[in-house]
């Protein structure tokens, strides 16, 4: 390629972008490549990036994707052994192609397969991962091939797992509906920090408390949570009525004070948030559809 991003701070291009993941799809180990985030979910805005995940076996050789990559990109690329940038992210690298923010993401096909399993049967965890406060949500990985643009797929990886997690399992919405009992339980801790004024205690209460419970509303809608990032406003936009919780969540984190009674009034606000019906089938699952608008187009501001 002699360095695309170089010459050219054009668009980056949808042709562009699919040769891109085409010879990072010939690179030993390498499964399937997809295009991932907002994109995919054409929810993108204009400077939105471009997430690629690769979905890579163990031995898959990162200095032959390092070289692909460092081609493309506007400086080195370099991707760091597995485990790099955490337990659950595994690695990757941050490029700039053609003036374009580009995420090469690593994921390895073992366990993904093994948490689209777990989807299926009703399980999930959080756990802790740099970048994620809430903690990495491990049934994400099943989310993300339910939601994903595959760019490459020759095995049909993707593809066959894509029709195991879609639409949304239902015994996976009832373990995440019948894990907001936390919620209640998260808010009698931040009223005793209340008492102490322990604002960081209350805060950190509070919000994920009220994270928990957009988890909830987007399970009982039957969709994909990948990341913790714009979850409380993305309940507004679910195909079920939540009565108005993004924008009254919204308000009392904004404004938990400082004072013990402070404190206390947004803790009661935040006990009187709506909460998503947890009886059975409530709402049947959404399935997952095309994006109504191109990944790679641009979105108006």
């Known amino acids: 390629?002699?360095?695309?991003?170089?010459?050219?701070?054009?668009?980056?291009?949808e042709q562009q972008v699919r040769l891109f993941?085409?010879?990072?799809?010939?690179?030993?180990?390498?499964?399937?490549?997809?295009?991932?985030?907002?994109?995919?979910?054409?929810?993108?805005?204009?400077?939105?990036?471009?997430?690629?995940?690769?979905?890579?076996d163990a031995d898959?050789?990162?200095?032959?994707?390092?070289?692909?990559?460092?081609?493309?990109?506007?400086?080195?690329?370099?991707?760091?052994?597995?485990?790099?940038?955490?337990?659950?992210?595994?690695?990757?690298a941050w490029l700039t192609v053609q003036g374009r923010e580009v995420d090469l993401i690593l994921r390895d096909v073992e366990r993904v397969t093994e948490q689209c399993e777990k989807a299926v049967?009703?399980?999930?965890?959080?756990?802790?991962?740099?970048?994620?406060?809430?903690?990495?949500?491990?049934?994400?990985?099943?989310?993300?091939?339910?939601?994903?643009?595959?760019l490459s797929d020759p095995s049909g990886f993707l593809r066959s797992l894509a029709e195991v997690v879609s639409p949304y399992p239902e015994?996976?919405?009832?373990?995440?509906?019948?894990?907001l009992w936390q919620v209640d339980f998260l808010l009698d801790a931040a009223q005793k920090g209340a008492r102490q004024e322990d604002v960081g205690y209350v805060a950190l209460c509070a919000s994920t408390a009220t994270m928990l419970l957009a988890h909830g509303w987007h399970a009982m809608a039957g969709q994909w949570v990948i990341n913790e990032k714009g979850l409380i406003a993305s309940v507004g936009r679910l195909p079920?009525?939540?009565?108005?919780?993004?924008s009254t969540a919204a308000a009392l984190l904004g404004s938990l004070g400082s004072t013990g009674a402070e404190l206390q009034v947004?803790?009661?606000?935040?006990?009187?948030?709506?909460?998503?019906?947890?009886?059975?089938?409530?709402v049947d699952p959404v399935p997952v559809r095309e994006p109504s608008v191109s990944p790679f187009a641009a979105q108006p501001g």
């Open 21 to 56: 993941a085409q010879e990072l799809s010939v690179v030993h180990g390498v499964r399937a490549v997809a295009l991932g985030g907002s994109r995919a979910r054409g929810i993108h805005r204009p400077d939105s990036d471009f997430d690629l995940g690769l979905y890579v």
């Open 240 to 246: 079920v009525d939540t009565r108005n919780f993004s």
């Open 121 to 150: 049967r009703g399980e999930f965890g959080f756990h802790v991962q740099p970048g994620h406060p809430l903690g990495f949500l491990d049934v994400a990985y099943a989310g993300e091939v339910a939601l994903c643009v595959p």
């Open 171 to 179: 015994p996976l919405r009832r373990a995440m509906l019948a894990n």
């Open 1 to 13: 390629m002699g360095g695309p991003g170089v010459r050219s701070r054009l668009m980056l291009s």
């Open 60 to 92: 898959v050789d990162r200095a032959a994707l390092a070289e692909i990559a460092s081609r493309w990109s506007e400086g080195e690329a370099v991707i760091e052994p597995a485990g790099g940038w955490g337990p659950w992210v595994d690695s990757g």
């Open 266 to 282: 947004a803790i009661t606000g935040l006990r009187g948030l709506p909460r998503p019906d947890a009886s059975p089938s409530h």
